[in-house]
């Protein structure tokens, strides 16, 4: 989605999450970096536990807010 249609890392994930999977009638969520390292996280379901380490050294811990 990125690569092909030249959408942001925020766009794509949500595209793919949100309104492909949630057409299929599939629940899930993906966690992703872009070549520049930014991290986003998307998911359908009620919540999704991921965390990450940001550059200046903070840990970033989420479980339902996106």
């Given at each position: ?26 629940e899930g969520g993906v966690i992703c970096l872009d ?32």
């Amino acid at each position: 989605m990125m690569k092909y249609k030249g959408l942001a890392i925020d766009a794509a994930s949500n595209e793919v999450i949100r309104k492909k999977l949630k057409a299929a009638g599939g629940e899930g969520g993906v966690i992703c970096l872009d070549y520049k390292g930014r991290y986003y996280s998307s998911y359908n379901t009620e919540g999704m536990y991921r965390g990450c380490i940001t550059r200046d050294g903070q840990v970033q811990i989420r479980i339902f807010e996106q």
